[in-house]
């Protein structure tokens, strides 16, 4: 059984950072993609970030790029979202994902369209 599981999130004035955890179990890294997404307060669900299981590689939405930073422990089962110069826009419920990627499947679209497994999310709130 696949488990996310979240943590990290928090309340932090804007310009500041947050780094988010995500213990992850029941799946392999090395052919499943992993990534982040959030959900702003009456918006939809949007991706973040994604890592990509054959090449390891993480790719970025363009209003985070340049500020987050994903990466993933493989000896431990973690997957991890450095979160640098925050934006009061940054605020939103901050989930972890996972999918068994496919065989031409890219980041690109499960940044649109989503993973299959989904943690429960933590709360990151930017004040201004």
């Known amino acids: 059984e696949v488990q996310l599981v979240e943590s990290g999130g928090g309340l932090v004035q804007a310009g500041g950072s947050l780094r988010l955890s995500c213990a992850a179990s029941?799946?392999?890294?090395?052919?499943?993609?992993v990534g982040w997404f959030r959900q702003a307060p009456g918006k939809e669900r949007e991706g973040v970030s994604c890592?990509?299981?054959?090449?390891?590689?993480?790719y970025y939405v363009d209003s985070v790029l340049g500020r987050f930073t994903s990466s993933r422990d493989k000896a431990k089962n973690m997957v991890y979202l450095q979160m640098d110069s925050l934006k009061p826009e940054d605020t939103a419920v901050y989930y972890c994902g996972a999918d068994p990627a496919a065989v031409g499947y890219r980041c690109d679209y499960y940044l649109k369209y989503g993973m299959d497994y989904w943690g429960k999310g933590t709360l990151v709130n930017v004040s201004s």
């Open positions: 890592i990509h299981p054959d090449n390891g590689q993480s």
């Open positions: 029941g799946f392999n890294f090395d052919d499943h993609a």
